[in-house]
Structures are given as structure tokens and as C-alpha cells.
């Protein structure tokens, strides 16, 4: 199936938490009538249901009340963060305060990575609130869409309309010109995608039930759609979420393809003085800048090869075809430095294009390259490419095939060197060395919880549920996931128990329901829920977890929380 980008199914292409609902509310359900034609054989000994049994039933009442909890968990930390925290980045819940970058410490870049001082977490809510928009309550319904468009108000107020003229300057900045180095991929994956999400629900691309936008085009042709209190939708947030890639693109200017790992919204990368963008002498800056200290130019895989659905997004709505080229040679630059064994690493200089560690797994610094890899092939099948042949990069790039290609290749290469079967005791995937395969580290952490979700969708539900069982039993264990595990020990390891609200175990058990229809997923579901209210609530938000064993609450709301952990929970 091929669809031009100006049709309604450039939706396909949204942030990489979003992305997943459009393709479970769209594509999955007609991806999954291949993928059940094998499920129903060979997972049929994992399915709990048995026919008249009480335990394994879910009646449309439960069903109803768990989505009214999940939508409560929600509202209980969004208005808290508009009350207590915005327009800052985040929330401190257990003080109700808001939690903005250390300006103090430039290093802190748990912090300053992510937190771009630019309403980060109402950035990352908004496509929340849209799918809330859809519920089954039409009070609810009406009380997210004005949630919604109020945020989508505030923002423009803050940010200014993303245009040129005087509408342009908000109260904060014009756009996103602040000074602040940010990582790359947090802003592009949290920020332009969160925008671009947005976007596309505010003008009726994506559906929310009962609003229908009707778009009273001006003379120009633009969008102009009238909301209530006299606001006009007219593409506000489609233009800022070019103005904040354009603020990303000079990370990008490097000899290898691969991305610099952070770039200043407002001066660029002057840190990064062997980048080619510093030898253009007709601009007067000299390759020899001075710094105060060696700036670092390892990314990881994950953080500079997922980037590229974002930015074919942003090229699909504005026919800019720059960054999807940017985008996708940054992933296929990773790729054909992938070591011996099929796999890719985890730490890479964006300059030299050498690995910086020979440690390989499936987990944090990798995980999305792998997650990218699958959905590429899947959205790049049904649009255009904008790039054409004509703008003189790799066809290769522009076949969808490829990607699939990426992920089979990598899927086998990832069991073989991996994967450990039922032969020890429970499925799971090992830490090994990126250019001889031997096993380095037994531990999985958080992150790679993703995997089975992906799995799921690419049609490997049998690997997929036996993977997901092995999380499950360490969150039953500590009413959350740690964020690494030692298989080895059965214990957590070195000491890194906490967990700050990640949403990918749900968001796999979402997937997994979706594929199968086992009610035992709603009853995962179900605990993770309850988990959370009774370990994380304060007046004032929800709390991540600083030790999952002595249920120590660290002072911080991550965005996430709000745009993907509670989005599947309210979903699944």
C-alpha cells in the first residue's frame, strides 16, 4: 500500500510513545489476522482463561472501572504539574515544586538531558489527553478535549505561534530559544514528537471521538480551525515543532552521519569544534575553537538511529524533505557499522565512527534502534518518501524492505547470541560482546521490557510471552521493575533498584493483550495499576520509586509518566 503524505494516514508517523497507540488503534488490529493464525497453536499452554472459570473472566464492569482509575491517575498528575510546576518542565511531587534544569551543574545530565526548559511535560501529555478525549464517558470525553485545547493555548501563550511576525514571541521566548544544552534524542522523541502528535489530533488527522474540526481555510490556504474561548488552531504546533528540529539539525553535522549527542536550542553545537560546520570559512569560524574543556562525542545506537520516524514525520507535513534525509542516513550509519556478530553496541563517537565499548544486549543505549528498525518498515510502507531519488541519497534508505531486513537480521542475531531458552529455567537475554558474541554480563534492565512488545508486533508471540513472563514475575516480586536484574544472582544488581515510572512493561503487556486477548494481560495490568497507587501517590503527583525493596520515593515526575505510562494503562 502506498498513500501520499497529504492524505489522513501521515498520522502514521508520530512520537515514539504515540507511534505505538496509532498502530495498535490502526494497524495492529489488521497486522495481528496473520500473526493469530499462529498464536492460537503455539501459545495455547500460556492462556489462563478456561471457560466458566470466575478468576479469568473480565466483565465490562471491571473493564470500566479500571479505565476510570487509570484516567483518575492521570488527571491526578497532570493538574497537579500545571498547578504546582508549569510552565517549568517537570514536577517534584513529594515537595510541590517544580523541578527545572541545574543551571549550578552542567554535568547533571540526568537532568539537563531531557528537561529543555520548555513545558516539557505538557508537551509530552498532550497526545494523552487526546486519547482520553475518546473515552467511554462523554463527560470524560468533554473534559479532556478542554484540557487539550486549553494546553494547546498555554503553550502557544508561552512559546509564541511558531511564526515570524509578532505572534511569533510568547511570554517565555519566541520558539524554543532558550539556552539550553539538550540530548538530541530526548527532545527529538519527548518535544518534536510530542508537537507533531498533537498536531495531527488538533486538525483532525488522528480521531478523537466527537470532535470534528471544521477547518475554515483562510485565503492563504492554511488550516483554521476555531476552538472555543475564541482560540484558532491554524498549524501552531506543526511550526513549532520545525522551529525545535531546526534547533536540533546543526547536532547532526558530522563527517560519520551520526548525530551528535546534545546541542544548545539557542547557540548550537560551538562545543563541538571539529564538527564541519565549523570549516565553512565563508561564515568566519575556525576550526581551532577554543574550549574550556574536551566536549564528549559518544551517542549510543539508540540515541542517534531513532530519530529517523520523527523526522519523515515533520518532512511528510511540511515537504521539507532535509529531515527525513538527516534521519535516516543517522540509522543506516549505525547499522553498517554493526560488529561480526550482526549486532550493534551501545556507545559510539559520533566523530570517529568507532565503538566505544564492545558490550552489545537489548537493553538501555540499543533498545529503540531495534524498536525503530521494525516500525520503520511497517510506517514507510504505507507513505511516500518526500526525499525522492532526485535529492541524491541512497534508494536503499527510502525502501521499506530494508528496515524489515534490519530487524530480521538483528532478531536472528539477538537469539542466537542473546537469547537463553527455557534451558535456564526462564527466557531471558544476556549482555555479550559486540565482536566475538561471548557472554560478558547476566543482567537485563528495565528498558529492554520494550522487547516484547516489538516481538509482538513484528508477529513473535510465542518468544514474546515467554520474555514478558520473566518481567512480570520481578514486578509481582517488587511492585515495580528494577532497573537492572541479575539473572545469575536472582537479585537486583549493583545496587540499581529503582524505578521511575518506565512505561515499558506496560506498554509490552498492552501489546500482548492486543495479539492474543488473554484476560490474564488485563489482570497485569490491573496489579501494575494498583502498584502504583499504593506506592507512588502524594497530594501533589506521583512519585518514582528510588528503591523498589524499601519503597523510597524519589522527588521527581518523570513526563513520561503522564504521556506513555498512564496512556497504555487506560488503553490496555
Given at each position: 500500500m502506498q498513500l501520499q503524505c497529504n492524505t489522513t494516514f501521515k498520522v502514521l508517523y508520530l512520537n515514539p510513545h504515540w507511534l505505538i497507540i496509532w498502530l495498535c488503534l490502526f494497524v495492529l488490529p489488521t497486522w495481528i489476522v496473520s500473526v493469530q493464525a499462529m498464536t492460537d497453536g503455539q501459545i495455547k499452554d500460556l492462556r489462563l482463561e478456561k471457560r466458566g472459570s470466575p478468576s479469568a473472566r473480565?466483565?465490562?464492569?471491571?473493564?470500566?472501572?479500571?479505565?476510570?482509575?487509570?484516567?483518575?491517575?492521570?488527571?491526578?498528575?497532570?493538574?497537579?504539574?500545571?498547578?504546582?510546576a508549569f510552565p517549568e518542565d517537570e514536577l517534584r511531587p513529594l515537595s510541590c515544586k517544580p523541578l527545572t534544569r541545574d543551571r549550578q551543574d552542567p554535568s547533571h545530565i540526568e537532568l539537563n538531558d531531557a528537561l529543555g526548559n520548555y513545558s516539557l511535560s505538557l508537551v509530552d501529555s498532550l497526545s494523552t489527553l487526546a486519547i482520553l478525549a475518546s473515552s467511554s464517558s462523554q463527560v470524560q470525553q468533554k473534559k479532556a478535549l478542554r484540557h487539550f485545547q486549553t494546553g494547546v493555548a498555554f503553550l502557544v501563550e508561552q512559546y509564541g505561534d511558531g511564526s515570524e511576525?509578532?505572534?511569533?514571541?510568547?511570554l517565555r521566548a519566541r520558539g524554543f530559544d532558550v539556552d539550553s544544552k539538550v540530548q538530541v534524542f530526548e527532545t527529538m522523541i519527548r518535544g518534536v514528537g510530542g508537537l507533531l502528535s498533537a498536531h495531527l489530533f488538533a486538525t483532525g488527522e488522528l480521531p478523537i471521538t466527537g470532535y470534528l474540526p471544521e477547518d475554515t481555510a483562510s485565503t492563504s490556504g492554511s488550516t483554521s480551525i476555531q476552538w472555543p474561548q475564541g482560540f484558532v488552531y491554524n498549524g501552531q504546533l506543526l511550526r513549532l515543532a520545525r522551529?525545535?528540529?531546526?534547533?536540533?539539525?546543526?547536532?547532526?553535522?558530522?563527517?560519520?552521519?551520526?548525530?551528535?549527542p546534545r546541542v544548545n536550542l539557542r547557540y548550537g553545537i560551538p562545543f563541538y569544534s571539529e564538527s564541519p560546520l565549523h570549516r565553512d570559512?565563508?561564515?568566519?569560524?575556525?576550526?581551532?575553537?577554543?574550549?574550556?574543556?574536551?566536549?564528549?562525542t559518544e551517542t549510543c545506537s539508540a540515541g542517534a538511529g531513532s530519530l529517523l520516524l520523527e523526522f519523515t514525520t515533520l518532512s511528510c507535513l511540511t515537504g521539507d524533505s532535509r529531515y527525513?534525509?538527516?534521519?535516516?542516513?543517522?540509522?543506516?550509519?549505525?547499522?553498517?557499522?554493526?560488529?561480526?556478530?550482526?549486532?550493534?553496541g551501545a556507545g559510539i563517537d559520533a566523530e570517529t565512527g568507532l565503538w566505544t565499548s564492545s558490550y552489545t544486549g537489548i537493553g538501555a543505549g540499543i533498545d529503540s534502534f531495534y524498536e525503530y528498525a521494525g516500525k520503520a518498515y511497517i510506517l514507510l510502507s504505507a507513505v511516500n518518501s518526500t526525499s525522492a531519488l532526485t535529492d541524491g541519497f541512497s534508494h536503499m534508505w527510502d525502501m521499506p524492505g530494508n528496515y524489515l531486513q534490519v530487524w530480521s537480521d538483528s532478531h536472528t542475531a539477538i537469539n542466537h547470541h542473546l537469547r537463553r531458552g527455557k534451558m535456564f529455567i526462564h527466557p531471558h537475554y544476556v549482555q555479550a560482546d559486540l565482536f566475538t558474541g561471548a557472554t560478558r554480563a547476566h543482567w537485563f534492565d528495565s528498558l529492554s521490557a520494550f522487547y516484547p512488545g516489538v516481538l509482538t508486533l513484528l508477529g513473535h508471540v510465542e518468544e514474546a510471552t515467554e520474555v514478558h513472563l520473566l518481567n512480570t514475575a520481578l514486578w509481582s516480586r517488587y511492585s515495580a521493575l528494577p532497573e537492572r536484574w541479575s539473572?545469575?544472582?536472582?537479585?537486583?544488581?549493583?545496587?540499581?533498584?529503582?524505578?521511575?515510572?518506565?512505561?515499558?512493561?506496560?506498554?509490552?503487556?498492552?501489546?500482548l493483550y492486543r495479539a492474543?486477548?488473554?484476560?490474564?494481560?488485563?489482570?497485569?495490568?490491573?496489579?501494575?495499576?494498583?502498584?502504583?497507587?499504593?506506592?507512588?501517590?502524594?497530594?501533589?503527583?506521583?512519585?518514582g520509586i528510588h528503591d523498589v525493596r524499601s519503597g523510597e520515593r524519589s522527588d521527581r515526575m518523570e513526563s513520561f509518566f503522564?504521556?506513555?505510562?498512564?496512556?497504555?494503562?487506560?488503553?490496555l
Open positions: 473480565c466483565n465490562t464492569a471491571d473493564l470500566t472501572y479500571y479505565r476510570q482509575e487509570s484516567e483518575h491517575l492521570f488527571y491526578h498528575g497532570y493538574d497537579n504539574y500545571m498547578k504546582h511576525g509578532s505572534a511569533g514571541q510568547g522551529d525545535l528540529a531546526d534547533r536540533l539539525v546543526p547536532a547532526f553535522h558530522t563527517d560519520t552521519g551520526i548525530p551528535y570559512a565563508e561564515k568566519g569560524v575556525c576550526s581551532k575553537t577554543q574550549q574550556r574543556s574536551p566536549e564528549l527525513e534525509r538527516l534521519g535516516k542516513r543517522a540509522f543506516w550509519s549505525i547499522w553498517d557499522r554493526k560488529g561480526p556478530t550482526g549486532l550493534v539473572t545469575t544472582a536472582g537479585s537486583i544488581e549493583g545496587g540499581l533498584g529503582w524505578w521511575g515510572g518506565r512505561p515499558e512493561f506496560i506498554e509490552s503487556t498492552y501489546y492474543t486477548r488473554d484476560p490474564w494481560y488485563l489482570h497485569v495490568g490491573e496489579m501494575v495499576l494498583r502498584d502504583i497507587k499504593r506506592r507512588c501517590w502524594t497530594k501533589c503527583g506521583w512519585a503522564l504521556s506513555e505510562t498512564a496512556k497504555y494503562l487506560f488503553l
